[in-house]
């Protein structure tokens, strides 16, 4: 008979200090971002963060309806996070569930911090997540992506939003827990930050930390978002140098 391993048994750290993908402890996993991907969308974005597939399609600012719903001083940002049935190992139960609701609240909440709502009254702003694969920090992929997707959709914000995770294993403080590490580590944090203010814009915790662990993975968390902000920029820049570089050659042509 085969035994489901518990959190005591399962070592997630090796002797040489690795982790079981063999990354050190401040170490984040592959990322790659893509924006414009979505020709119906305002606005979109594609992220892969380790084994996680997220869409972003962005609409608005629009007239919110139903109009009950619009706000006269500001926009309302929508945000829609839903996991695809087949973005886990067993099939999703499709529809929105009491963890979507809860990630969809708090990624609209970190989006508002950053998006000058108060530009456009009455309108809703609303964004689409799409986890087509997951393998832990879903919400932080999704909110990454989520705020290029607002910015590829030309929506004024003060920064981008750039969410993180780090978490506990094997006792120790690490970056970017993995699935492995999600299930059988002691804790996870995920945050968000705005990197121009150092504004902490989502911050929710699975599990158990001391203070000085929590303050210890909060500070690997930024550090690591300031990285991740220059992959956005990147990936924001990439995109409208490849569309002058069509509209150069449609000129010369
Ligand atoms: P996050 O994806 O933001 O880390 P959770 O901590 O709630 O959010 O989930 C961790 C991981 O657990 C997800 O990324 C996914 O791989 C897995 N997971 C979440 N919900 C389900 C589900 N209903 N069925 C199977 N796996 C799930």
């Given at each position: 008979?085969?035994?489901?391993?518990?959190?005591?048994?399962?070592?997630?750290?090796?002797?040489?200090?690795?982790?079981?993908?063999?990354?050190?402890?401040?170490?984040?996993?592959?990322?790659?971002?893509?924006?414009?991907?979505?020709?119906?969308?305002?606005?979109?974005?594609?992220?892969?963060?380790?084994?996680?597939?997220?869409?972003?399609?962005?609409?608005?600012?629009?007239?919110?309806?139903?109009?009950?719903?619009?706000?006269?001083?500001?926009?309302?940002?929508?945000?829609?996070?839903?996991m695809a049935?087949f973005s886990v190992?067993?099939?999703k139960?499709?529809?929105?569930?009491?963890?979507?609701?809860?990630?969809?609240?708090?990624?609209?909440?970190?989006?508002?911090?950053?998006?000058?709502?108060?530009?456009?009254?009455?309108?809703?702003?609303?964004?689409?997540?799409?986890v087509l694969q997951a393998?832990?920090?879903?919400?932080?992929?999704?909110?990454?992506?989520?705020?290029?997707?607002?910015?590829?959709?030309?929506?004024?914000?003060?920064?981008?939003?750039?969410?993180?995770?780090?978490?506990?294993?094997?006792?120790?403080?690490?970056?970017?827990?993995?699935?492995?590490?999600?299930?059988?580590?002691?804790?996870?944090?995920?945050?968000?930050?705005?990197?121009?203010?150092?504004?902490?814009?989502?911050?929710?915790?699975?599990?158990?930390?001391?203070?000085?662990?929590?303050?210890?993975?909060?500070?690997?968390?930024?550090?690591?978002?300031?990285?991740?902000?220059?992959?956005?920029?990147?990936?924001?820049?990439?995109?409208?140098?490849?569309?002058?570089?069509?509209?150069?050659?449609?000129?010369?042509?």
């Open positions: 008979m085969i035994e489901l391993g518990t959190q005591s048994d399962i070592k997630l750290i090796n002797e040489d200090g690795l982790r079981i993908d063999g990354r050190k402890f401040n170490e984040l996993r592959p990322i790659r971002i893509e924006v414009g991907v979505l020709n119906r969308a305002d606005g979109s974005a594609y992220i892969e963060w380790g084994g996680n597939k997220v869409l972003v399609a962005v609409y608005g600012p629009r007239e919110a309806f139903p109009k009950h719903t619009q706000n006269p001083s500001r926009a309302i940002i929508n945000a829609r996070y839903n049935a190992d067993e099939r139960r499709p529809g929105p569930d009491r963890r979507a609701v809860e990630i969809s609240k708090v990624i609209g909440e970190a989006l508002e911090c950053a998006v000058f709502t108060e530009q456009f009254p009455r309108t809703s702003i609303d964004v689409y997540i799409e393998d832990a920090g879903t919400r932080i992929a999704g909110l990454t992506a989520a705020s290029v997707a607002l910015v590829d959709a030309g929506i004024p914000m003060k920064d981008l939003v750039v969410g993180c995770a780090s978490g506990k294993i094997d006792g120790k403080v690490v970056l970017d827990l993995n699935k492995e590490e999600d299930n059988f580590g002691q804790a996870d944090l995920p945050m968000a930050i705005i990197p121009r203010t150092q504004e902490i814009v989502l911050l929710q915790m699975d599990g158990n930390m001391t203070r000085d662990e929590l303050e210890e993975a909060v500070e690997l968390s930024k550090k690591a978002a300031m990285y991740i902000s220059d992959l956005q920029k990147e990936a924001l820049l990439a995109k409208y140098k490849a569309s002058e570089s069509e509209k150069e050659g449609e000129r010369s042509e």
